[in-house]
Every structure is written in structure tokens, then in C-alpha cells.
């Protein structure tokens, strides 16, 4: 085998089938199923490997082979770059690697001690991880869209290939939520619910793009990190406020170029001489007469329908908000702009002597703040969190007395991490776990055919705590011995994630 | 066609990306202006996007024994650089099929978009099969482990721009690919990847003795859908008998000088059982021996061209 001197970080050793991570398998003839991993679409015989030495045929079902993965924190060399000084070990002693849970494999029934029970030194303190892959019946995937695009009522079905996979919940400033997947799609409905949920939810999670219907609202594409895309039009921008915020924002930087500034919002239109900033900057009132419902003064609601126009409404022609001018008040000459909540639309009129808005160049002063507005906004993504709970049975491969571990969870003792990324847990009873999918590798979530999701999971504890607590202590193995003996994959560490072996206290 | 099928890409901290889709992993570095690496990295992300479902269309034609003529119906340009790769064998009237040269022809196929000013140096190492593109002046080095068994740092290749060597490929029977040999590893130096790579699959295969020690199945057994058919594969070597390993070594060696004589490749490193041969086309390429852990392997600076095309 070679290796440039700068070692590869990615290096694949030959696996051992040891992972419980299936797919429901294609029959063929005989004893071959077919893997529908990739286009090569191996036909696999029992107690093979495919073409990738990545998925296999195990006792006729299709499972994932990888070897586990290991971290290495970036920045540091596991072997001397000086071949001279090299002494022949591929494991540095205080090397930082972290033994994660992707592709550990589990060790069900879960009374048997998880699958990598690994001992190292943090910081001269020993620490002990107790390493697994949980499968979870109870979990699911919180999407948050930015977009003030309308997707849908609340409470929305959500589905994928037809089948319902979640729905539309909370919306909140700024960007719209869907929760996806839990185990009432899983295993609570049709067959053919459960696995397109399964398979949905194992997509998302491992960085995927996925496509959605909202009953009664868009059709969306969602990829964890990407901008959604929404009745097939990418969103880029978040919206900067709604439109009185906006008003709020700008008003000091509109104020002597324009005599009224109407901010279109699906949410809440502001109205520049209306809205409380003006008031401020003693702007004379405009007499523009707007649609919608009056809040306060200069915030309307509800000037158009939810739609993918001007500002999430359904509005191309933004004049089609107002309902006129109060011939008392307006003048012709009046320089009007209408902008979005986002900077994409705008248009300047100047009200004619029959009082109508006719459109005009964008003055220079004026241009310069909407691009602004446009600066402003950031990009709109959608983030994808992985929502999980690990407080039953599996908490019996760390030790033989669970609340223990429960209880050592919430009094801080016990760090959890999924896939090496830092997981929330949420107070309360149980080990409910949140955890953004993007820093934790691609790849990291599998399956199972019953159906439920495979994911990865670490604690992380002192030795000594993890002895008191009833730990499987005699199961305890140096990092040394697993990188030496274990197959594995080493890739490296999410700079942005915290070092989980960091001494907790 | 199934969207997760999709390939995929993660940054590495130090800037090098990774790309996988199925069987296929790269470690892709590129070094020179930042904003000329940058744009070759996004050409060759796209250039990646139809590699394996284009090989995949051809699969049946190249995993079929390669005719002495060459004549495949293949049209992929990576296809195409396997079969040019593999020719010279199959016309020689072995036994060899383009998947020979698959990772090397990958790797070579995506380089070409590191041959952009600005970037210095690039390398695209596709599980041990390695294509470089080197500027004028600069120069390559890579370290050669012999036996992932046994690891240490054996031998220390540097490859210089002005030799026209661009490939450098790594086959044996403890890899992921399948051997009618017993070499640990052989390890070829050549004008490119692909040729390095079909090289030393071939030359793998005959590093070979009769042995009680070495076990060999059919390579369908071992694994579904080789090409290798029915071929016997090396699945364990025992201890073998000295004279065995020097046996087998001189034959690789010696199809290894014939190699070099007929210009296929540079340089061949091969190893068994903890010895070395070494055939090189330039006896003044050789250095002094670098002082590693086991300083009786060889160290070689590779500055002229000596295989040409």
C-alpha cells in the first residue's frame, strides 16, 4: 500500500461484518440480493461484500459494512512527518482520536455491553466512551426553512412519495418548521408509510436532498445546509424583518428622498409615514390608503394572500395593495417606493397629477438602501436537527443500572454526543437528545427494516464516574487496542464541533 | 435513477477534499494560487458527477476478458483510457480485463483539470492509484508502506516534474483488489495512472511461486461478479521458505525489467515477506538509502524520463 508522506485521512481497512445497518433487500435468484447502494447495483451472495466493501450480504439481508469511524482532530499528526523520527506505530501515544459511534454496530439485545467500550487520556485524566449505534422507533427531524414563502397551513400533512411523512408545524421569526418522520409514521401507519418515512428521515439525516408536498400549500426540496427550494424557485434571502422592522431599520436612511415607503410583507406591510419611525422623523402623512387589515399605526395585515410574489405574498403588481389616496392629503409629485421584506423587489412611482403612481427611475440614495435591505438578509437555508431518545433499553450496553446513566447525563457528569457532534438534551425525563445533522459526518444515520432509524451515539465520562455508576468496566478497552486491531476509518474531526474528549468538571 | 446515488463531497481541514460515490474514494490536494485551486477543484467536482454512472453503463464490456486487438465498444472517456491502459498486456495475449486500470484511469481523467495556471502542484489519490500534475520545477514525494500488516514506512519516492512521470499505483493481494499473486505490494512509477495502475496489477500477478504456504481460490468465490472468473486468487500466504520468496521476487522483477525496457513504466518496487526488489529504468536514479525504521528498503529520486511514451 502506499501513502504520501501527508497520510491520507481517509483509509478504508477490509471489515469484518459487524454492523446492524439493513436495508430491505432486493430478491434475486438463489441466495443474491441486490445492492441498491449505488449504480453498480452488485448482486451480493450470502457472506459477501460488494464492490465497495462498504455493504454486504449478511444471512440474506443487504447491511451496511463500514468499518466504525475514528476522529482524528485536525491539526495533528498521528504519525511524525519527519520519516526519520517515525518509530513504526500508527497511533501516536497521546494521539487525539475519538472512537464515534458511526458504524459501531449495536450489540442487541442491549443487555450485552455496547459494541466499543474505549478507555483514553484527556488531559491526565481517564476517560472512559461508551460507544454504540442506538436504533430509535422514537425520533424524528426538525426542518427549519427560511422562508416567509407560504408552504402551508399549520398542521399540515407533509409527504413524500405520496405518503405522509410529518407535517407543518410552528412557524417562527423568519422561517417556516416541519417536523418529519416519528414513530407514528414509522411503524403507526401502512407499510409502505413506514418505510418511505424511514428512508425520508435516513436521507435527511445524512445530507441529502429530499423532496416534499404539503397538503394544500408548496412543494419543497430540503437538503440540510442548502437554501430550500420552494414550488421550484431556490430561496436565497432571508427576510430582514418583517415589514415594520423593516420600516424600523430604514426610515432615517429613506427619510428626505422619498415622501412614502410602503415595506410589502405576507406578514405585516409597513408604512413608512404611518409607522411610528416616521412619526419620529416628523414625516407629513402621504394619504396612501392600503389594503389589509390595520394593527397599529402604519402595520397592516393580511394585504394579499400567502404566495410566492412580493414579500411571501401572492402579489405581482404591488400597486394592487393600495387602495388609493386621500385627494385632500396627496400631491401630485409624491416620490413613492415600494419594496419587499427581502430587497428583491422594488419599484419607485411618482404620484401624476390624477393622483396615480406612475413608475420612475430608482434615485441613486434610494437604490443604495434597498440594496442594503438586500445586504442584510441572510442566506435562507434549511437546517435539519436530529430529535432523539435514548433513555430505554439501549442505556443497558453502558451499564447494568440505567438511571444511573440518566441521572449522570443531567448532572453534567456524563457528556452525550452523537456521531461526535455535541447533542442537547433536553430537561426533563429521560435522554432526549437534539443534534444538528451537519456536524455529525454524512452517512452517519442507517436503517432497519422494522422500520427505524440507526444512529450513532457516544457518552462520554470520567473512568472513575463510569465505574461507580455500574458501568461494563471489565468490557473497557484501550484506544490503542482499537485502533490496532479493530478495522476502521479514519476521517477527521468537524472543526466546529467541541473535542467531545475534552475532561468534563 | 435513485437521487442517492448522488456523489458526494467533504472538505478535509487542511483544504483537500474527498469525493466518494460507491466504490470509488479520492483525496484530492491542490497547491498554487488559492483562487486557481479553487475553480479546479469545482471543475473537477463536476467533472466527477457522471464518472461512475457513465463506467457503469459499459461495466458488462469491461469486465470481459480485453481482446488481443483492443477492440471494445467502449465510448466513456474513462473507459477508454482503461482499455489504452491495459492494451499493451492483452496484446501480449495475457489475460487481462480494463478494470485493470480503473482507479488509475479515474484519476487521470479528473486531474486534467488541476492543468490550469496558477496551481503548482495537484495530486488525486484514488485508494493508493495516484495522479499528479506538477509545474515545471516542482516535485513530488510519497512514502511506500509494503505490508499494511506490518506498517512502516519502506521506501521514499520522489517524483520530479521534469521525468514526465505522472502516475504511481499500488497492487498486492492484501488490497481490495484481487491477485493471481503473492506480493504484499508492488508498487509502479509511470507516465500516468492508469498505465502505473495496470502495471502493477499485472506485475502483481506475477510475483508468484509454487508454494504449499500460499492459499488460492477461485476468485468467484471470493468475490460475486469478478472479473477474474474462475482464476485462482491469493486469499493466504503462510510462512513461506526463502528460496520461494526469492524465487517469486526475481520473477516479478524480471517481468517488471521488461516492462521498463519496453518503456510501459518507470519504476517497480516490489515486496514479500519483508524483502525488496527494485527495478528502475535509470541506474543514477537511485539515492542514498533514507535512514527509516527499516533502512534496507529503497529511496528513489525520479528525475528523468525514463519511460517514454
Given at each position: 500500500m502506499s501513502a504520501s508522506p501527508d497520510t491520507p485521512s481517509v483509509t478504508s481497512d477490509t471489515a469484518e461484518p459487524s454492523v446492524v445497518k439493513a436495508r430491505a433487500p432486493e430478491k434475486m435468484a438463489s441466495n443474491k440480493i441486490q445492492c441498491d447502494a449505488c449504480p453498480v447495483?452488485?448482486?451480493?451472495?450470502?457472506?459477501?461484500?460488494?464492490?465497495?466493501?462498504?455493504?454486504?450480504?449478511?444471512?440474506?439481508?443487504?447491511?451496511?459494512?463500514?468499518?466504525?469511524?475514528?476522529?482524528?482532530?485536525?491539526?495533528?499528526?498521528?504519525?511524525?512527518?519527519?520519516?526519520?523520527?517515525?518509530?513504526?506505530?500508527l497511533l501516536h501515544q497521546d494521539a487525539p482520536v475519538f472512537v464515534s459511534g458511526v458504524a459501531s454496530g449495536t450489540t442487541y439485545p442491549d443487555y450485552k455491553p455496547a459494541p466499543f467500550i474505549v478507555a483514553s487520556r484527556a488531559e491526565g485524566v481517564d476517560m472512559v466512551t461508551v460507544v454504540t449505534e442506538?436504533?430509535?422507533?422514537?425520533?424524528?427531524?426538525?426542518?427549519?426553512?427560511?422562508?416567509?414563502?407560504?408552504?402551508?397551513?399549520?398542521?399540515?400533512?407533509?409527504?413524500?412519495?405520496?405518503?405522509?411523512?410529518?407535517?407543518?408545524?410552528?412557524?417562527?421569526?423568519?422561517?417556516?418548521?416541519?417536523?418529519?418522520?416519528?414513530?407514528?409514521?414509522?411503524?403507526?401507519?401502512?407499510?409502505?408509510?413506514?418505510?418511505?418515512?424511514?428512508?425520508?428521515?435516513e436521507r435527511l439525516g445524512n445530507h441529502h436532498a429530499v423532496d416534499l408536498e404539503i397538503e394544500g400549500g408548496a412543494r419543497l426540496t430540503v437538503q440540510a445546509g442548502r437554501p430550500p427550494i420552494v414550488n421550484g424557485v431556490e430561496e436565497r434571502r432571508m427576510r430582514v424583518g418583517c415589514g415594520s422592522a423593516t420600516i424600523g431599520i430604514f426610515a432615517k436612511q429613506w427619510f428626505g428622498h422619498a415622501d412614502e415607503v410602503v415595506v410589502v410583507d405576507d406578514h405585516i406591510t409597513g408604512v413608512l409615514s404611518e409607522h411610528q419611525a416616521g412619526k419620529c422623523l416628523d414625516m407629513p402623512p402621504s394619504g396612501i390608503r392600503l389594503r389589509g387589515r390595520k394593527s397599529t399605526p402604519g402595520r397592516y395585515f393580511?394585504?394579499?394572500?400567502?404566495?410566492?410574489?412580493?414579500?411571501?405574498?401572492?402579489?405581482?403588481?404591488?400597486?394592487?395593495?393600495?387602495?388609493?389616496?386621500?385627494?385632500?392629503?396627496?400631491?401630485?409629485?409624491?416620490?413613492?417606493?415600494?419594496?419587499?421584506?427581502?430587497?428583491?423587489?422594488?419599484?419607485?412611482?411618482?404620484?401624476?397629477?390624477?393622483?396615480?403612481?406612475?413608475?420612475?427611475?430608482?434615485?441613486?440614495?434610494?437604490?443604495?438602501?434597498?440594496?442594503?435591505?438586500?445586504?442584510?438578509?441572510e442566506p435562507a437555508l434549511a437546517t435539519v436537527l436530529f430529535l432523539g431518545g435514548a433513555g430505554g433499553s439501549l442505556r443497558a450496553g453502558v451499564t447494568e443500572n440505567p438511571i444511573l446513566l440518566t441521572r449522570s447525563v443531567k448532572d453534567l457528569l456524563t457528556r452525550v454526543t452523537c456521531g461526535g457532534a455535541p447533542a442537547y438534551v433536553w430537561p426533563g425525563g429521560g435522554i432526549t437528545v437534539m443534534v444538528d445533522v451537519l456536524r455529525m459526518p454524512a452517512g452517519s444515520f442507517g436503517s432497519v427494516p422494522t422500520p427505524a432509524i440507526v444512529a450513532p451515539i457516544e457518552f462520554t465520562l470520567r473512568r472513575d464516574d463510569y465505574e461507580r455508576l455500574g458501568g461494563h468496566a471489565d468490557r473497557i478497552r484501550r484506544i490503542e487496542d482499537v485502533w490496532a486491531n479493530d478495522p476502521h476509518r479514519l476521517i477527521e474531526w468537524g472543526s466546529d464541533n467541541p473535542w467531545p474528549l475534552e475532561p468534563l468538571r | 435513477m435513485n437521487s442517492a446515488w448522488q456523489p458526494v463531497r467533504a472538505r478535509l481541514s487542511d483544504g483537500r477534499w474527498h469525493f466518494q460515490q460507491g466504490p470509488i474514494d479520492l483525496v484530492i490536494g491542490a497547491e498554487g494560487e488559492p483562487a486557481a485551486c479553487e475553480a479546479a477543484h469545482e471543475a473537477c467536482w463536476a467533472r466527477f458527477q457522471p464518472v461512475l454512472t457513465t463506467l457503469v453503463s459499459e461495466l458488462a464490456w469491461l469486465r470481459a476478458p480485453l481482446p488481443s486487438d483492443g477492440s471494445l465498444p467502449v465510448t466513456g472517456p474513462v473507459a477508454q483510457r482503461m482499455v489504452d491502459a491495459c492494451l499493451p498486456y492483452a496484446r501480449q495475449g495475457l489475460f487481462i480485463t480494463a478494470m485493470a486500470a480503473v482507479a488509475g484511469s479515474v484519476a487521470d481523467h479528473l486531474i486534467a483539470c488541476y492543468h490550469q495556471p496558477g496551481v503548482r502542484r495537484a495530486y488525486i489519490n484514488n485508494g493508493g492509484d495516484i495522479a499528479l500534475h506538477l509545474e515545471p520545477g516542482e516535485s513530488w514525494r510519497a512514502g511506500v508502506v509494503g505490508n499494511v500488516e506490518a506498517p512502516a514506512l519502506d521506501a521514499d519516492l520522489e517524483i520530479r516534474a521534469e521525468s514526465g512521470l505522472r502516475g504511481i499505483a499500488t497492487s498486492g493481494w492484501r488490497g481490495r483488489s484481487l491477485s493471481l499473486g503473492i506480493a504484499d505490494s508492488v508498487t509502479v512509477v509511470a507516465r500516468d495512472a492508469a498505465a502505473a495502475d495496470a502495471a502493477a496489477t499485472i506485475i502483481a500477478n506475477h510475483v508468484d511461486v509454487m508454494d504449499g504456504a500460499i492459499v488460492r481460490r477461485p476468485a468467484s468465490e471470493v468475490r460475486d461478479g469478478s472479473d477474474l472468473g474462475d482464476l485462482p486468487v491469493t486469499v493466504a500466504v503462510g510462512v513461506l521458505a526463502p528460496e520461494s520468496v526469492a524465487l517469486a521476487l526475481s520473477a516479478g522483477g524480471a517481468y517488471a525489467r521488461r516492462l521498463v525496457s519496453r518503456k510501459l513504466i518507470s519504476h517497480a518496487l516490489i515486496s514479500l515477506c519483508g524483502r525488496w526488489a527494485q527495478v528502475s529504468g535509470d541506474r543514477t536514479a537511485r539515492v542514498p538509502v533514507q535512514q527509516t525504521a527499516r533502512s534496507h528498503a529503497p529511496s528513489l529520486a525520479l528525475d528523468r524520463p525514463e519511460a517514454a511514451h
Open positions: 447495483l452488485c448482486q451480493i451472495s450470502e457472506g459477501r461484500l460488494g464492490a465497495c466493501d462498504r455493504w454486504g450480504n449478511v444471512e440474506g439481508q443487504l447491511r451496511r459494512m463500514d468499518p466504525v469511524v475514528i476522529m482524528k482532530r485536525p491539526g495533528v499528526d498521528l504519525v511524525p512527518a519527519d520519516p526519520a523520527a517515525w518509530d513504526g506505530r442506538g436504533i430509535f422507533s422514537y425520533c424524528s427531524f426538525k426542518v427549519k426553512i427560511d422562508t416567509d414563502r407560504y408552504l402551508g397551513p399549520e398542521q399540515a400533512t407533509v409527504r413524500h412519495q405520496g405518503e405522509a411523512v410529518g407535517h407543518v408545524t410552528t412557524i417562527e421569526y423568519g422561517s417556516q418548521f416541519l417536523s418529519l418522520g416519528g414513530v407514528h409514521h414509522l411503524t403507526g401507519g401502512s407499510k409502505r408509510e413506514g418505510r418511505i418515512t424511514c428512508e425520508l428521515m393580511q394585504v394579499a394572500n400567502p404566495g410566492t410574489g412580493w414579500g411571501g405574498t401572492d402579489i405581482q403588481d404591488p400597486l394592487s395593495i393600495i387602495e388609493g389616496w386621500d385627494p385632500k392629503v396627496a400631491r401630485p409629485g409624491l416620490r413613492l417606493l415600494m419594496v419587499s421584506t427581502t430587497g428583491e423587489h422594488a419599484q419607485w412611482y411618482v404620484l401624476d397629477d390624477a393622483l396615480v403612481p406612475q413608475p420612475a427611475p430608482m434615485p441613486a440614495p434610494i437604490e443604495t438602501v434597498v440594496e442594503r435591505i438586500g445586504e442584510n438578509c | -
